[in-house]
């Protein structure tokens, strides 16, 4: 049974930084793309960045390109986005996605950013 469990969303000033984890079990992470998406209050899910299913293919929307970084540590399973120079326009639910933007995702890590 596929299950997808993030957190370490908060409530953090502009320009701080936060690492979102992404728990994973039922299958391994390292066979499939994976992804980050994020859905901001009364707007529709955003793609945020992805891995390749090798590991080697890091991508991330414009919006988000030099301040987010994507990993993945395969031993345990565990899927990151290391968060830095949060904006205001970066709150939102965040969620990770298995193979597709829309595949099976968690309930999300909710993250503030706000003074």
């Known amino acids: 049974q596929v299950q997808l469990v993030e957190s370490g969303g908060g409530l953090v000033q502009p320009g701080g930084s936060l690492r979102l984890s992404c728990a994973a079990s039922?299958?391994?992470?390292?066979?499939?793309?994976m992804y980050w998406v994020r859905q901001a209050p009364g707007k529709g899910l955003e793609w945020v960045s992805s891995?390749?299913?090798?590991?080697?293919?890091?991508s991330y929307a414009d919006s988000v390109k030099g301040r987010f970084a994507i990993s993945r540590d395969n031993a345990k399973n565990t899927l990151y986005l290391q968060m830095n120079s949060l904006k205001p326009e970066d709150t939102a639910v965040y969620y990770c996605?298995?193979?597709?933007?829309?595949?099976?995702r968690g309930q999300g890590t909710q993250v503030t950013v706000s003074s």
């Open positions: 996605a298995k193979g597709t933007t829309n595949g099976p």
């Open positions: 039922g299958f391994a992470i390292n066979l499939y793309k």
């Open positions: 891995i390749s299913s090798g590991g080697s293919i890091l």
